[in-house]
Each structure stands twice: as structure tokens, then as C-alpha cells.
């Protein structure tokens, strides 16, 4: 009987500590704009994505990192999936709290320099995005991840404005309006290999 009872507490407590463990570790609730788009940024082709925070509390030290991932074929002619970490404008909030804009200038020294929406498809291009920050409440770490094929990827357009005032004019961000886009004219140019000094 005693060893019964010492087995039925352990198994208690067990199962106790798994529980608490489960539903004590932070959801990261990051929303990612259901598409990316590329259009001009103070004169430059920038690929720009948008993410938000659903939580109410925030996330601290948010770290973003987007990469390229394309196959490419070697010089012996062997096709190789390749993945290229992409240079955002910013890529680290020390506050997440509602909404993140991430950047990222396609000049001559992106990987996406000289890139068409065919030459990604003929590539099995796509774009991963992750997301890892700090829970303001638990202080424990948050990770978010999600990714974007080329028909994801909407050239020559940009996110509409989500930021509204409020009658007594404060700002406030409008999220049905979080993943709407609209058309810039002329279209998105590109960083071509002859503006890089590539032939």
C-alpha cells in the first residue's frame, strides 16, 4: 500500500508539472500579411511584408530574419537548393506591440537584384520569414515562422495605409485593413544586372 500511494503521488505530480508546462508556454500570435509586395521605396524596389501582434501584452528584444530560398544549378551542372539571408531595413523592435513593417531593399547587392516574377517561378523560389522576441509577461522565448511562394508575391503593389485617427485625436491602427494592398504607378521597377554594372 505504501509503495502505491508513493507511485500514485509521483505519477500526480508528474502529470501536474507536464500540465503546467504546457499551458504555461507562451503562443506567439504573430499575424503575417497574407502577401508580400514589391514596389518602389524612396526610389529603390523593396520587398515588404507586414506582421502584427495579437496578444495584448508585448513582445520584447523581436528579432525578424528573412532568407531566399531558390534552386540553383552548379557549375557541374547539379541543381542545389540554396538559401540567402536578405538585408532588412530594420530587423530588430526592442518593443513588438502592434504592428512590424519589414524591408527589404532589392539594390545591387540583393539576392533578388535583377529577379522577374517568371525567373523566381523557374527557380521554386520562396520567401521564409521568422519571427523569435521575448514574452513581456512570462519572459520566456516566442518563435513565429511562415513563408511566401512567388504567387504570394504581388510586383508593383503596395500595402494600404492602416494607421486612422480617432476622434480625439489619437492614432490607431485599422486591422481590417491589415492585408489590403493597392497599385503603384507606374509599376515596381527592378534592380537589373545592366544598372549594377552587370552584363
Do not use: K
Request: proline share 6%; aromatic share 8%; glycine share 6%.
Amino acid at each position: 500500500m505504501t509503495s502505491e500511494a508513493l507511485v500514485g503521488l509521483m505519477l500526480i505530480a508528474v502529470a501536474a508539472g507536464l500540465m503546467f508546462a504546457r499551458f504555461s508556454r507562451p503562443v506567439a500570435r504573430v499575424v503575417f500579411s497574407n502577401v508580400a509586395v514589391v514596389a518602389p521605396y524612396n526610389g529603390v524596389p523593396t520587398l515588404t511584408l507586414r506582421l502584427a501582434n495579437q496578444r495584448r501584452n508585448e513582445i520584447l528584444e523581436a528579432q525578424v530574419s528573412v532568407s531566399l530560398v531558390r534552386d540553383e544549378r552548379t557549375v557541374e551542372g547539379e541543381w542545389m537548393r540554396r538559401i540567402y539571408d536578405l538585408q532588412l531595413a530594420r530587423q530588430r523592435s526592442p518593443i513588438f506591440a502592434m504592428t512590424f513593417t519589414v524591408m527589404h531593399p532589392i539594390d545591387c547587392a540583393s539576392p533578388l537584384s535583377g529577379a522577374t516574377p517568371a525567373s523566381l517561378t523557374a527557380e521554386g523560389a520562396e520567401i521564409v520569414v521568422t519571427v523569435a522576441g521575448i514574452d513581456a509577461n512570462t519572459a520566456q522565448a516566442m518563435r513565429a515562422r511562415s513563408s511566401y511562394l512567388v504567387h504570394e508575391i504581388l510586383w508593383g503593389r503596395r500595402f494600404v495605409d492602416v494607421f486612422t485617427q480617432t476622434e480625439d485625436g489619437r492614432l490607431a491602427i485599422d486591422y481590417h485593413r491589415f492585408h489590403e494592398t493597392e497599385p503603384v504607378e507606374p509599376s515596381a521597377p527592378r534592380a537589373g544586372p545592366e544598372l549594377c554594372g552587370r552584363s
